[in-house]
């Protein structure tokens, strides 16, 4: 029986010669890379990327980073550039190319054109005397040793090479821009990090008659009807101006049978909780949901500037929204 193979030894290998190819890049980041970034920062347009096969594939991944972090960028097949799809680029555009040969038949083909119409070209390729490295306005060398690939054949140090590189153009216009997390999650609404900086206390918040209320002289027995109609838990106890003056929840109900009170002759004003945590509607409900975490409590009011309760939610209410 053959023994089994050694896997890990071969992971450790890869990852060894894909560390190296990144670390390689330091010597690459000169003036080009200076010029390419301002290039691409005060571009009116978009940026375009392309590439063949595996570039291409990096290349998307360049293009929707680009995106998602304040540079409008989109990627184009450079076959499919030939036949037609050549005009979504416009004059105002910047062209992004990558190829590890510097030579894909593909791109090289659109230089003629690009030149005509004056789009301005950045390259990324291993090897700056091939056609697309003489024919850049910038070229950003991403040349690598070897290949993880124990044939050479496989793109794989390279085309790590070429993301890191994508990802060191995004984030430097990221921050040249002042780009910050509210802007990157416009960019994101659907996910977590967007609903974490998008979502308000409002937005989640019962409101009207959802919002539970009882006042000074209410018997417990009644606001404890109040409490589990609309089953948040609590209940806020307002005056004759409807300002909050106290709360009732499931645990000051726990400590009033504790005490033996009766709760069918006791007014609330008798066992409620004066003082209690309330946010207001403009509040991130992120930052509501820390709030409840640090108080040790699952449930808030939410009130305007006359004090007044307007809204309430719970922890239920945070999940359903998908804020946490």
Known sequence: MTAEFDYQKTAQRVLDIEKAAIDGLYQYLDHAFNQACSLMLHCTGKIVVTGMGKSGHIGHKIAATLASTGTPAFFVHPGEASHGDLGMIGKDDVVIALSNSGESSEIIALLPVLKRRGIPLVCLTGNPASTMAREANFHLCTHVEQEACPLGLAPTASTTAALVMGDALAVSLLEARGFTANDF????????????????????????????????????????????????????????????????????????????????????????????????????????????????????????????????????????????
């Open 185 to 324: 999650a416009l960019s994101h609404p659907g996910g977590a990090l967007g609903k974490r900086l998008l979502l308000r206390v409002a937005d989640i918040m019962h409101q009207g008659n959802s919002v539970p209320k009882v006042t000074l002289n209410t018997l417990i027995i009644d606001a404890l009807l109040e409490i589990g109609r609309t089953g948040l838990g609590f209940s806020a106890v307002v005056d004759e101006q409807a300002r909050l003056v106290g709360i009732y929840t499931d645990g000051d109900l726990r400590r009033t049978l504790d005490q033996k009170i009766d709760v069918h002759h006791t007014m609330i004003k008798q066992v409620m909780t004066t003082s209690c945590t309330t946010v207001h509607a403009g509040m991130l409900a992120a930052e509501a949901v820390q709030l409840m975490e640090e108080k040790k409590i699952s449930g808030l009011l939410v009130l305007n500037e006359d004090h007044q309760p307007i809204g309430a939610f719970n922890m239920h209410d945070v999940l359903l929204a998908g804020v946490i």
